[in-house]
């Protein structure tokens, strides 16, 4: 029981490669670095929280974008198929809320997709 910093996102320089800083029962609590355009996935069994720490995320829907502010959230209900990306090369900190037995891209195998969360 101490307390974390999100400052551990000084730790690792990878993008779109979580990290992780805590578990909650069938919960994790990620850090991670975004630049650029991800991979559109979905999640069929789970839902996913981001949390804006540092810049702004464009989480892309087939029918919309929703910008996500600086100290924003936002869920991505299991089944929505959505794809984060960030503009103009910008480097977006975020912290994330997910179940762990979630795969990172879904069903979709990509290179960006990650097998292992580091603890850190």
Same mark, same amino acid.
């Given at each position: ?18 990290? =992780? ?13 975004? =630049? ?7 999640? &069929? &069994? ?10 702004? $995320?464009?989480? =892309? ?33 975020? $912290? ?17 997709? =990650? ?6």
């Amino acid at each position: 029981m101490n307390a974390i910093s999100i400052k551990k996102l000084s730790i690792f320089s990878e993008k779109w490669h979580p990290h =992780q800083i805590a578990v909650i029962d069938d919960m994790q609590v990620l850090l991670a670095k975004l =630049q650029g355009e991800f991979v559109w996935h979905s999640h &069929d &069994d789970e839902d996913e929280l981001f949390q804006v720490v540092k810049g702004t $995320l464009y989480m =892309q829907f087939r029918d919309r974008t929703e910008v996500v502010n600086e100290g924003e959230i936002i869920v991505v209900p299991k089944g929505v198929e959505h794809n984060p990306c960030t503009k103009n090369n910008e480097e977006v900190h975020v $912290l994330l809320f997910e179940k762990r037995s979630i795969a990172h891209t879904g069903n979709v195998q990509h290179e960006k997709t =990650q097998t292992h969360y580091p603890r850190i």
